[in-house]
């Protein structure tokens, strides 16, 4: 079985330091440069609105919804007024998906096994880790993709 990083969503999120995102650079809902991090939000943590309110506050037309009700963000549009965060009524879209990547950013793509090793490497283990378990929803652990499983609260219930 293929290595796999789990990465807690909950607590990473809460490093508002972390100078660390991963990236996939095969993931399919991606139409350009997407982090880990925003395609488990958009993914696991957003209710997929009907009437998605963060499409219609935004003044950029940035935010558009897949045939699966999934939304993606295009970041060559995005001006990162942040009105998508207020508007927002389950919290989905935070602070964490906007910070300024300054200089000594590192992106790991978690495609290539070095790479995956060396991001959970730079993390506490309760944050990532290496596993060869697959995803187990009763313990709030899901597969993101073939190579990524996230810990976090799914809203819907599977
Ligand atoms: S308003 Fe929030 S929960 Fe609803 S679709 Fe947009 S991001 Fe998802
Ligand atoms: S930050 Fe502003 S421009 Fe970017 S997606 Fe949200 S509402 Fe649209």
């Given amino acids: 079985m293929h290595k796999r990083v789990l990465i807690d969503m909950v607590k990473l999120r809460e490093l508002e330091s972390c100078k660390m995102e991963a990236i996939d650079r095969h993931v399919l809902h991606s139409k350009s440069f997407k982090t880990i991090r925003e395609l488990a939000t958009f993914y696991f943590t957003c209710r997929r609105c009907e009437e998605a309110p963060c499409i219609s506050v935004c003044p950029a037309d940035a935010l558009e919804k897949d045939?699966?009700?999934?939304?993606?963000?295009?970041l060559n549009l995005c001006i990162r007024c942040k009105s998508c965060i207020s508007i927002c009524p389950f919290g989905t879209i935070m602070n964490d998906l906007f910070a300024t990547k300054t200089n000594g950013y590192h992106y790991f793509d978690l495609t290539d096994d070095t790479e995956l090793i060396q991001f959970a490497n730079a993390f506490d283990d309760d944050i990532v880790k290496i596993v060869e378990f697959d995803e187990k929803p009763e313990e709030?652990?899901?597969?993101?993709?073939?190579?990524v499983l996230i810990r976090d609260v799914y809203w819907e219930v599977r």
Avoid: K, V
């Avoid at 045939?67 to 295009?74: H, L, P, T, V, Y």
């Fill in 140 to 147: 709030h652990i899901y597969r993101l993709t073939d190579r």
């Fill in 67 to 74: 045939e699966n009700g999934m939304i993606s963000r295009a």
